[in-house]
């Protein structure tokens, strides 16, 4: 984890996945592995520069394995960790309470699927 000492247990886990697109990120492996093009593509609006920092901060706490395949091109895959698939778990809930608000104001999530 990067900025303890923390208040409270929740705000370790904001560590971890706080800001636009981590949440986002664990969404997409949650579904599969990805190679970094196919991660982008997945991810409407984030750049290449921000999609590569949000890994490498992911990879660093535990969350993302990355995997460098020795081939010509280079090939690079991204999935969940145990630790990942766990906190993807967890934030199940916060995905309900989201999905439940976004009705309420009568809001559809930009790929017109279901949110959890």
Not at 30 to 42: C, M, N
Not at 45 to 54: C, I, N, R, T
Not at 59 to 68: F, H, K, Q, S, Y
């Amino acid at each position: 984890m990067r900025n303890p000492p923390y208040i409270c247990a929740l705000d370790a886990v904001m560590d971890v996945v706080g800001g636009k697109w981590k949440a986002l990120i664990l969404w997409a492996l949650d579904e599969r592995l990805h190679r970094f093009g196919e991660l982008r593509r997945s991810l409407p609006g984030v750049s290449e520069k921000v999609l590569a920092q949000q890994l490498r901060e992911l990879e660093a706490d535990g969350i993302v394995r990355r995997t460098v395949f020795d081939e010509t091109p280079p090939r690079v895959e991204y999935e969940l960790t145990a630790d990942g698939v766990a906190l993807y778990a967890a934030l199940g809930a916060l995905g309900e309470w989201g999905e439940r608000r976004m009705r309420a104001l009568d809001l559809v999530p930009t790929h017109g699927e279901e949110v959890s």
